[in-house]
């Protein structure tokens, strides 16, 4: 059998829709019987989310690996995200890079004018793909299993998923928990209704991940 000559890498950041990125550069990886690398790029302020990069980190390293990929952690040192990705991509041979575009994540300013065009510039021959992400609650339905009712429990400084609400304790969220598909973790959207709006509280393996 002929091996192949393609070499798959995509690019995720701390964000709701890393795992779908990586989830679809696996399927692009074992078409081609191609390597796969995901990469992740630190940022100005990340220290400020610890809790979350590394629950985001551990996710996502498991998800890389079990697909027989490599997982690579890469700090700007000065450059720019698009000169470290570019830089990635020629250390490893790379031909085709995948990145998400959400107004929901960290990519949103990048996916946008000139980090395309120097992206595209610095890449050279390398196919960039860009995956629409869409913002819930629409189409949550193609992302997420079926919701179920849930409660978000006060432990210590945090909130927890639960199952169910322990002694009416007042520090409880009562909601309806929307799980990612194709995932082994408790992450997902957690829809609460408040004077009859619906907002969507991010969780990361069980624990509510409030915005900065």
């Not at 690398?37 to 390293?61: C, F, H, P």
């Not at 304790?169 to 309806?176: A, D, Q, S, W």
């Not at 992450?187 to 991010?202: C, M, N, P, S, W």
Request: aromatic content about 8%.
């Amino acid at each position: 059998m002929e091996i192949s000559k393609e070499s798959i890498m995509v690019c995720v950041h701390y964000g709701p829709h890393g795992q779908r990125l990586i989830q679809r550069g696996s399927q692009l990886a074992g078409l081609l019987q191609a390597p796969l690398i995901v990469l992740t790029v630190g940022a100005l302020g990340d220290n400020e989310y610890n809790r979350e990069k590394q629950q985001y980190l551990s996710g996502w390293k498991s998800l890389t690996e079990a697909a027989g990929g490599q997982f690579v952690i890469r700090d700007g040192n000065g450059k720019s995200v698009s000169e470290v990705i570019a830089d990635t991509a020629r250390e490893n041979r790379i031909t085709q890079i995948i990145i998400g575009q959400s107004g929901q994540t960290f990519w949103e300013g990048l996916t946008r004018g000139n980090f395309i065009n120097d992206l595209l510039e610095l890449l050279g021959p390398i196919d960039l793909h860009i995956v629409a992400v869409q913002r819930y609650p629409e189409l949550l339905e193609q992302t997420h299993e079926r919701g179920v009712k849930a409660y978000l429990a006060l432990s210590k400084d945090r909130y927890v998923l639960a199952e169910s609400a322990e002694d009416s304790n007042v520090n409880v969220l009562k909601g309806v928990f929307f799980r990612e598909l194709h995932t082994d973790f408790n992450t997902g959207l957690f829809k609460i209704v408040t004077d009859g709006e619906a907002q969507y509280l991010r969780i990361v393996q069980n624990e509510w991940v409030k915005p900065h």
